[in-house]
């Protein structure tokens, strides 16, 4: 069966601190891979997306980048975070064609920006 | 771009009844649209996919609608439970050539028992 993993679950970090979030998933290959933000009060709002590896695309300019050295593996990071980046972060997988199937979601990290 | 509204941001129901989210998108009619269960500190999970050919779709006690005319989707949760408290979220293609999912703010429902 498929599974998705996503650390850490928590972090805080301060000011103008890099960040590394990592997800990988397990039991497929070729996935659809995405990153959502969710911001308190707000709903998920999708950062960026890949349909293979170095494949990256960007929904909303920012300080955050995404790359995918593996095909089963999506970084987030940040050379420098801003507090406005404080957010659930959320990664999730779909088959190829994702608007046919549902998409998994990771358990989150939890990020506040200090 | 496409915009989606649940214009209930909570619902309060008592155990036993039915539950009923709305879910209303402002342009363009989507082939898909999904719901999602979000609890507290977690991430989404997937419920239900219905598709613009068909009316109604059903899961156990969960049911949705989907009227293209009116560019709505309804859940329903029949028999609801305390279980059954949870964010549910409304997601559809947003548009693009990966057709990626966008999401509504969602519709926190709390069942008393």
């Known amino acids: 069966s498929q599974t998705i993993h996503q650390w850490p679950a928590t972090l805080v970090q301060p000011v103008g601190s890099p960040l590394s979030l990592e997800c990988t998933v397990e039991g497929t290959s070729n996935p659809n891979l995405y990153w959502y933000r969710q911001a308190a009060g707000r709903g998920l709002q999708l950062l960026f997306y890949s349909v293979g590896i170095g494949q990256i695309s960007s929904e909303v300019p920012q300080n955050l980048s995404a790359s995918r050295p593996q095909d089963r593996q999506f970084i987030l990071s940040s050379k420098k975070l801003l507090l406005s980046d404080s957010g659930f972060y959320l990664c999730?997988?779909?088959?190829?064609?994702?608007?046919?199937?549902?998409?998994?979601f990771g358990s989150g990290t939890r990020l506040t920006v200090v | 771009s496409q915009k989606i509204e649940q214009n209930s941001e909570a619902l309060n129901i008592q155990e036993g009844k039915t539950a009923t989210l709305t879910c209303n998108y402002t342009n363009y009619s989507p082939a898909y649209l999904q719901w999602y269960r979000q609890d507290p500190g977690r991430g989404p999970v997937f419920l239900l996919l219905?598709?613009?050919?068909?009316k109604e779709k059903r899961k156990e006690r969960l049911k949705v609608t989907f009227d293209t005319t009116l560019k709505q989707s309804l859940f329903h949760i029949t028999a609801s439970q305390p279980a059954d408290s949870a964010t549910y979220l409304c997601?559809?293609?947003?548009?693009?050539?990966?057709?990626?999912?966008?999401f509504g703010k969602g519709t926190k429902l709390s069942v008393k028992p």
């Open positions: 999730a997988w779909a088959p190829g064609r994702g608007m046919l199937y549902g998409y998994t």
């Open positions: 997601a559809l293609e947003g548009g693009g050539s990966q057709g990626n999912l966008i």
């Open positions: 219905i598709r613009e050919n068909e």
